[in-house]
């Protein structure tokens, strides 16, 4: 098998001097967007001093609870469910869920209003969260948002 040199064309100089940031757990931060019912934690954030056009961290919901209805204006979502299972439930009036558990990664588009249940008696559920902006957006809506409007 033939090595292949690939010229590394429109490599920007700050990509050969920049280096690769580990945040270790104990660099974890709450101080970051939360909705009731649940904790974030960033990993990947200015508060780590991480310069990154993304965001990262930890979500958990703890046994039997759910968090607050809510949305992440223009960013995009991606998880990893690393423990657990959870309820996704997402729509103009919550008319739609899914369930994801240990080993799926799932999508969450811009502006979705959504959120997350968990179903289970005895342990949190843990996502692995990739946002698309650096600063995390969370807008969170009244319980009263998936209610009919009666007239």
């Not at 979502?77 to 369930?99: M, P």
């Not at 843990?126 to 009919?148: A, C, D, G, H, Y």
Request: hydrophobic share 40%.
């Amino acid at each position: 098998m033939k090595n292949l040199e690939i010229p590394m064309r429109g490599t920007h100089q700050r990509n050969l001097t920049s280096s690769i940031r580990v945040v270790r757990p104990g660099e974890f931060s709450k101080q970051t967007s939360q909705t009731a019912g649940s904790m974030r934690m960033s990993a990947i954030s200015a508060l780590q001093g991480v310069e990154s056009s993304l965001w990262a961290g930890l979500f958990v919901v703890e046994p039997l609870a759910s968090t607050g209805i809510h949305h992440h204006g223009e960013q995009e979502t991606v998880a990893y469910v690393l423990e657990g299972e959870a309820v996704v439930r997402w729509g103009a009036n919550g008319e739609h869920s899914t369930t994801v558990k240990a080993g799926d990664f799932l999508h969450v588009p811009s502006w979705l209003p959504h959120r997350e249940l968990n179903p289970s008696s005895q342990n949190a559920f843990r996502w692995i969260v990739v946002r698309s902006t650096p600063e995390p957006i969370v807008v969170n809506l009244p319980e009263t948002f998936w209610q009919p409007v009666t007239e």
